[in-house]
């Protein structure tokens, strides 16, 4: 079963294929449609507007039909267990689901149960598969691969869904990577230097930001006016970056926070380019959960015989 | 107007007709689509996974064009009637209405008034046509018909929405039929014995378990660490059970209440067939109130001419 | 850019435009569909069923793919701004926007930022341009024309979405425009004289009555119960009305305050005319929005391409 819930799972060609194929998705070289009429569901515990949304033109690109899932509306209420709902939701055909959860590694217990693969679109301060696969693709596209390259990851390491699958991603691939931002937010069994903002935008390549997740910190602990001096990508920070180097931030950005309002559409920021990334990526790992490639794979819970042993 | 609000409304030889056209979907033996562009909306007034989900992909199947219609950003919101909603969506273009409803017979009012079909997919503690049209499948399918069969009713039999109509159609196709549950649950109107469940899981060809409510009743009522004891289907009475007899349970399961955890997807569980089954049923409902086999029906309500008395 | 915010922004031959396609589109004389994948998101922060559902009907005709957006579910509640979330849904492919929002002139701001076509449908007290056009074809198809008629409008004019715009479009087309109602909820710079709507019923061909929004008011301030005798459709007054005069209603209809329960489907009652005509008007819309007619416009967003200057 191609289910995906973490890039650690991933090899590196694993991961050079994936990318590969979101490119020729996205040159429409390559035209994958089911053979079938092929159904997905997302859903989605926490609130998301551009990985619900790009999963779900990235669905309808491939020709796959939604059944919308409204958690609220859900026998979820009624105390169904995620493991009944998603094997509920084979039995009435759905080929694969698309999940975003708060707990942490909420899949653990599903992996080797549920009969449809499964996409993890974000668990906890865990991991965010597809995000990380999109960063990766925008970097390649803007400097044709990663050795050599110096990326620093910057803001609330401890909480990301992203810096540790990039960082470990980035650096089997070839490249450097870096880290600065507050003290409480560091994480010192991630793969990397602490550095300082202010030195570091001179030499990176891609300087990724980190959103602040605002709606799980107690507000008042840091004090969000002294981040954007102290730690965000300030105009005059930006003044510093190399010719050739990028902006990134996987949104929804908080402006004047983490980046300066103006620079969040300037000439280096790629933010919006990471947003249609996303959705080729998506559609090669949604054709490769579903094996599209062969036409479509068999769903055994749908398609179940049902027989008493004899 | 052939809405479905109630098995009770069908004759037997309507209800045989329905479970050998979805027998016939399942078999891809009949291939329906209308030959229009053909709207449904689907009004979930209360929680539902398995029903609604099912009816999404029911429709798909059937290539219907699903319009969205979530409750709470609706204008039911503003007041706004039952019957001047569906009449809204009629006029604005959808073919078919279906709707869950927590009002014991809500569509009362509505049956002679409404311009388009209207498929009841469950009232309060009242009806949930193709549940029991599915439940139905399930058992013909095993079975091979209904003659002879014994199935036992076990649980809230006086809040149920499948337990009186599966008893009364049951009855008429050949089948006797008992029920078992805690006394302050007991239904005196329903028409079978009342039976102790060591005895019944040894003679029943069915041991069909319900729902407990635990969202419509008072917790503390019914100490549900004694019903399953007392009244669930524990892994010592299955063991009494005949080597052919099947377990069914509309779902979602309270695993450990009504059913032991290890058997609601043992051998003789058919709880996800039903599941699967939903679908057949409910397209044959659908392509039935929709006139499918004719090609699809005339909105009256959307090609209304408008003209004056002269 | 082809936006639709307002029908002010009209001249008054792009209103007749509009009004012939949508009479094309309802007759079928026109089969517009775009030559590639289509995206439209339909983001509603107020409650409505008949604009939703209508916009969502039109989009499925036009072979729109209609990418749902749940407020509740989106990155709004980690407080993204409207301009960030319309630029996400343009960068992970969405071609058009169609916003109902709470706040008047919300897209103020929006115009000349925002990089594909927004479609109002609806601000707080202002404007409601589709409404205003389907209103409009509903009595030029009634009358042939606008040349002479005269046009009451009834009811609570300080909030109304359409009685301004109405007003001005109906009286540049040439119809002369009364207005009735109470005297809190007058607004003297309507371009219309106020008028007994006794009085007014006898003369007018449009009846044309506004909803009190209940949701809108302090319940106490206007007693819903002496409105009906005072200011609404009574059968007393409808029985004034010249033969073919119309009545008109926006709908969600007050039974028994705007308008006698008994008129509501009556055969001067345009009502559920309005709601058919609303589909065309806004395919029609839809259409010019996305420049339709030529095959379907670049979403200049996702397709952008990301160059550093050399």
Partial sequence: ??????????????VKELLQAAEQLRFGDQHIRPTTQTFV???FFEASTRTKCS?????????????????????VQKGETLYDTIETLAAVGVNAVVIRHPQDRYYEELLNKVS?????????????????????????????????????????LRHS???????????????????????????????????????????????????????????GQHAVDHYHERYGLTVKRERLMKKSSIIMHPAPVNRGVEIADELVECERSRIFKQMQNGVYVRMAVLARALQLHKGGMNNVAFNQEWLMAK
């Fill in 161 to 219: 869904r992203v810096a540790r699958s990039n960082a470990e991603m980035l650096t089997k691939l070839g490249a450097t990577v870096y880290f600065s931002g507050p003290k409480e937010w560091r994480d010192d069994s991630l793969p990397g230097e602490y550095v300082e903002l202010d030195e570091a935008v001179k030499y990176s390549d891609v300087v990724m930001l980190l959103r602040i997740q605002l709606e799980r910190h107690d507000r």
């Fill in 55 to 75: 999963f779900e033109v990235a669905e309808r690109k491939l020709g796959l039909d939604v059944i919308p899932f409204e958690v609220s509306a859900s026998s």
């Fill in 1 to 14: 079963m191609e289910h995906l819930v973490s890039v650690s799972d991933l090899t590196v060609d694993e």
């Fill in 41 to 43: 569901a997302n859903l």
């Fill in 116 to 156: 449809i693969p499964l996409i993890n679109a974000g668990d906890g301060c865990g991991q965010h598969p597809t995000q990380c696969l999109l960063d990766l693709l925008t970097i390649q596209q803007e400097f044709g691969g990663f050795e050599g390259l110096k990326v620093t990851i910057v803001g609330d």
